[in-house]
């Protein structure tokens, strides 16, 4: 089917059109922790309620709230989304299985998860084959359609609280301020340690430490 929406329609517009095409249950499903090397990649799924009953005040790409509004968002959702699901894949498998690769697989674990069953997925940026149901993926899917934005809050959130037990653990890396992401701290940290149980060999910014360490 053809799915026509207007550029100003507003980010509840995909769901509605597919409503009149004739699915009722929408899943929108995104992934936090792609461009990170340490910790978890996670993936959220969720189904809205159809109609103002499934409107979340505030919601938008968890890149663009602050991590206060996260928070209500991720409240609302959970609370009021018809169903909802989130999947961690763990660096080792990342590593395994290459981000690409690992992307797509939680995502598919994520969207399978949910019950009841999805008649229809959208997707931020990557389809996803396996699924069972017609999907679409959409370029920057998590600002244009409201149940992949409350999947990049359910899985953005689900991540920073994962991150933040893991410096319980590992306080010198200060998992608690940059949450596994390539920053300079970070690469500091990891420069002076080398890499921890959680960090992804599959980037190359760790494994060089592991060189350095060596020499």
Not at 117 to 134: H, K, Q, R, W
């Amino acid at each position: 089917m053809a799915i026509v929406v207007r550029r100003d329609a507003g980010i509840y517009a995909y769901e509605a059109s597919l409503r009149r095409g004739g699915f009722d249950l929408i899943a929108g499903a995104d992934e936090a922790g792609r461009g990170a090397c340490a910790g978890p990649l996670v993936a959220g799924a969720v189904i809205l309620r159809p109609g103002r009953a499934g409107e979340i005040p505030g919601l938008a790409d968890s890149k663009l709230l602050t991590p206060a509004a996260r928070e209500r968002v991720y409240e609302e959702v959970v609370n009021r989304a018809v169903a909802w699901a989130v999947v961690s894949v763990e660096s080792d498998e990342c590593d395994a299985l290459g981000m690409h690769q690992a992307d797509l697989a939680a995502l598919r674990r994520a969207l399978l998860r949910l019950q009841p069953a999805a008649e229809f997925a959208l997707t931020d940026g990557f389809s996803v084959d396996g699924l069972g149901m017609p999907n679409l993926a959409i370029w920057k899917g998590d600002r244009v359609a409201a149940c992949v934005a409350a999947a990049s809050v359910v899985a953005k959130v689900t991540r920073d609280r994962i991150m933040a037990e893991w410096h319980q653990e590992y306080p010198h890396y200060a998992f608690d301020i940059h949450k596994g992401y390539c920053t300079p701290l970070h690469q500091e940290r990891l420069d002076e340690h080398g890499p921890s149980s959680i960090h992804r060999m599959c980037f190359e910014n760790v494994r060089r430490t592991i060189k350095v360490s060596a020499l």
